[in-house]
């Protein structure tokens, strides 16, 4: 991709996971005449034909190519090279660069969409500098400067907008990227292995990294030295001795499973659940920051600032460069003039996206005066962070005409310990809510061990006393947050493999596919309501 800029040429990322559906649609409507591809995908590639190949003219694979695909490429009039072919195609010629204009498209990212045709994203140069630009003065302000000693892990799914930005913050300073392999098996070794210092993850990942600490999180001296420096950091003392103590004796130990040099974690692309955010800045020894942002206002918007922990569970203040207003909502109650001011976030500034390739009609829905509307509901908080309550899209009425905004009760049933991921659903034909739960394995196994249930994870899904135990815990979180009677689950059905891609339940960064989840879930869904009423 970086070759590609240098030479004037923009890319269009297509996410490995997309389907061969998505990808012939991107082909095509981006008019895409040369694709690069890993060895293994080039077979994806070659499902779009004939379609693709009204624009497609080269193929190039990452590694080798088979005689059988030579001869399928060229049934289409198309070339494909093996990278060696390719690689050795320009002999001695020297090119010159051409001079890049900040205006020009540097890349047309097509955003996951979990509903309906992909859209595709111009995205300028000047964008992607606006914005590194402000990140940089963010990370200085906190004393944190990248060298080209600095060693960039990604975990991020590689075509989405944060990971670009991120690797052009940090070749722009000089510094190392590493990439994992791409299994989670493998991550622990890959992480030993390069050492980052600076750790960016979907909050997938990092949730995963907590419940990996496993054994260790139960020792009375990890539980203890947790309370004491939760108490001191509460207090705006992260650094104080007793604390850093703390780091030396007991979290040295966490720190060494991330390498032993990660000094800030980035989450963003989706919620971090404020359980795991406080977690990580407790244990990790680092910079936990929180970002959001959309691929249309180039990846990080919001960041959290790492050494306020009033800010846990926020997006933190905008980033320097941009400007950003509530607008408020009527509909659903948001009222932007309030004292606790709520509304839909919009964004302005030249990090934002030039508009949506050949959709000039999606674009004036969403852009109108320079202010790019997110449909995100946010709520400033008096320290002039922003906390994402609830998103626009997401609200349909109960059969008793009860507003409902499924995310938003997903975030607040989302802390739940016994629970890794919830997906909330109800329709305007029936008057309750029921629910997908991935539970926690730890947590209902131990709930077994001590209600004399027997069985392994996936017995214990099926168990209905472990469904009324999730129920329970559900609704003790919902009296808590004094949610209305209709927002309370009145079942569930527990699955024990996480929402995954590979059912193409959630996109690359985790966020649920509400109708492919409906799709898959029908029949527990209709079973649930039946033995609810
Ligand atoms: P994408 O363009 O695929 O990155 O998706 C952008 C959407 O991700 C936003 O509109 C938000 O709904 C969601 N999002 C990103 N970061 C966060 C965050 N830190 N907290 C909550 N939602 C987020």
Known sequence: MEACNAHGVYCVPLYDTLGAGAIEFILCHAEVEIAFAEEKKVAELLKTFPKSTEFLKTIVSFGKVTQEQKEEVSKYGLSIYSWDEFISLAGDQEFDLPVNQRTDTCTIMYTSGTTGDPKGVLISNASIICLIAGVDRLLNSVNERLEETDVYMS????????????????????????????????????????????????????????????????????????????????????????????????????????????????????????????????????????????????????????????????????????????ESVPDMNYDALAS?????????????????????????????????HTGDIGEWQPDGSMKIIDRKKNIFKLSQGEYVAVENLENIYGVVSAIDSIWVYGNSFESFLVAVVNPNKEALESWAEGNGTSGDFEALCENPKAKEYILGELSKTGKEKKLKGFEFIRAVHLDPVPFDMERDLITPTYKRKRPQLLKYYQGAIDNMYKSAK
């Open 340 to 372: 606790t001011p709520r509304g839909e976030i919009c964004i302005k500034g030249e990090t934002l996206f030039s508009g949506y390739y050949r959709r000039e009609d999606l674009t004036e829905e969403v852009l109108v005066d320079g202010w790019f």
């Open 155 to 326: 975990y991020l799914p590689l075509a989405h907008i944060f990971d670009r930005v991120v690797e052009e913050l940090f070749m722009f300073h000089g510094a190392s990227i590493g990439f994992w392999r791409g299994d989670v098996k493998l991550l622990v070794e890959d992480i030993g292995t390069l050492k980052p210092t600076i750790l960016c993850a979907v909050p997938r990942v990092l949730d995963r990294a907590k419940i990996s600490a496993g054994g260790f999180i139960k020792s009375t001296m990890f539980n203890l030295a947790y309370k004491f420096k939760q108490f001191r950091m509460m207090r705006g003392a992260k650094h104080n001795e007793a604390a850093a103590i703390c780091d030396k004796v007991v979290f040295s130990k966490v720190k060494e499973g991330l390498g032993g040099n990660v000094r800030v974690i980035l989450s963003g692309a989706a919620p971090l659940a404020t359980h795991v955010e406080e977690y990580l800045r407790v244990v990790t020894c680092a910079h936990v920051l929180q970002g959001y942002g959309l691929t249309e206002t180039c990846a990080g918007s919001f960041v959290s600032l790492p050494n306020q922990m009033s800010m846990i569970g926020t997006v933190g203040p905008p980033v320097p460069n941009i400007d950003a207003r509530l």
